[in-house]
């Protein structure tokens, strides 16, 4: 099932972490620092590997996630998975684009795995913004400026990108159901659960025996740890003490650009076909869209879009009736 990309944040996160539960427990407090929103109110779902250490991660509002579920459920589709629609598209190499372009939206999925979507008419000036990369297109043609930057046009092939997506949403409190067994595949389960019932005796003393090897081996771990880094702490988990040791990854800040563009496209979709972007710009965690617009009303509805998005920004008018949208992560 394809969502909407716009209402998707895609985020390339460092998660340098071995164990999937660790990874999962790090989370929150590795994209605090590149959403706006409290971290309570977005559902966070783990992908793919996209790099050593890196993962692709999907921001989405509780209140959102929890619509589309239900939109699957009463279309029959609760056991599918939920994949924003920019990753139907394949994954270039480094440094290049992979583009959707269409009448109402463009879903661009960049090399390093993520992706976003935005209306048509912001879609060079966000290319000139990411340093105009090459770009293959998947629909209609591109702007000729972008074609002219040893772009491309390449058939899509979408059944094979989904059968193993990079990113499923369903997770957590949103995974998906089980569809249900055929009747003969319910019987064999109950004959094989009924077989291992006659086995918990002997597994019980085998867990006994277990559990001494686990105190053994864990007594043994500690020793090693406390001759690696003498003088840690190591508390009553020994598995969380010895990931808190470990390196915490690039001290290079998020890039904020990509997420804060997505909020705004988002937000701006509904006006896309009113909107006439002049210039996109981004410095010191502001980014500053200016329009071209005639309708006197327009900023007014520019406005009402982004506050109904929750998007913190400023739209006003210049003398010359360009309008400018100034915002921020703040």
């Keep these: 099932m394809l969502v909407p990309t716009e209402q998707v944040r895609l985020l390339g996160v460092d998660l340098p972490l071995a164990n999937?539960?660790?990874?999962l427990e790090a989370l929150p407090f590795a994209i605090e620092d590149q959403i706006a929103e409290p971290i309570e109110s977005v559902?966070?779902?783990?992908?793919?590997?996209?790099?050593?250490?890196r993962y692709l991660v999907g921001v989405v509002r509780h209140d959102v996630m929890a619509e589309w579920v239900d939109a699957a459920e009463e279309a029959g589709l609760g056991h599918a998975a939920m994949v924003p629609d920019a990753l139907a598209l394949p994954r270039p190499v480094e440094g290049e684009w992979a583009v959707e372009l269409g009448a109402d939206r463009a879903m661009v999925r960049a090399g390093d795995g993520t992706g976003f979507a935005v209306?048509?008419?912001?879609?060079?000036?966000?290319?000139?913004a990411a340093g105009r990369p090459a770009a293959r297109s998947y629909g209609a043609p591109l702007p000729a400026e972008m074609m002219a930057g040893g772009s491309t046009i390449a058939p899509a092939a979408l059944s094979e990108r989904l059968l193993a997506p990079a990113l499923?949403?369903?997770?957590?409190?949103?995974?998906?159901?089980?569809?249900?067994l055929p009747n003969v595949w319910r019987r064999l389960g109950w004959i094989v659960a009924l077989g291992a019932a006659a086995h918990v005796v002997i597994a019980t003393a085998d867990t006994l025996m277990l559990r001494r090897i686990a105190d053994r081996r864990e007594a043994d771990a500690r020793a090693v740890v406390a001759l690696a880094a003498p003088g840690a702490n190591l508390g009553g988990d020994l598995a969380a003490s010895v990931a808190d040791l470990l390196p915490s990854g690039s001290s290079a800040p998020p890039d904020a650009f990509l997420p804060l563009l997505t909020r705004v496209s988002?937000?701006?979709?509904?006006?896309?076909?009113?909107?006439t972007v002049r210039a996109i710009n981004y410095q010191a965690n502001a980014?500053?869209?200016?329009?071209?617009?005639?309708?006197?009303?327009?900023?007014?509805?520019?406005?009402?879009?982004?506050?109904?998005?929750?998007?913190?920004?400023s739209v006003t008018r210049s003398p010359d009736g360009s309008i400018r949208i100034t915002a921020s992560n703040a």
């Design 287 to 313: 980014l500053t869209i200016d329009l071209d617009g005639t309708d006197p009303g327009l900023a007014g509805r520019v406005d009402a879009a982004l506050r109904a998005s929750r998007v913190r920004a």
């Design 20 to 23: 999937r539960t660790k990874r």
């Design 119 to 128: 209306p048509p008419a912001m879609l060079q000036a966000v290319w000139q």
């Design 266 to 275: 988002g937000a701006l979709g509904p006006l896309s076909g009113a909107l």
């Design 43 to 53: 559902h966070l779902a783990l992908g793919a590997e996209i790099a050593p250490k």
């Design 168 to 180: 499923d949403l369903r997770q957590g409190r949103y995974a998906r159901r089980r569809v249900a």
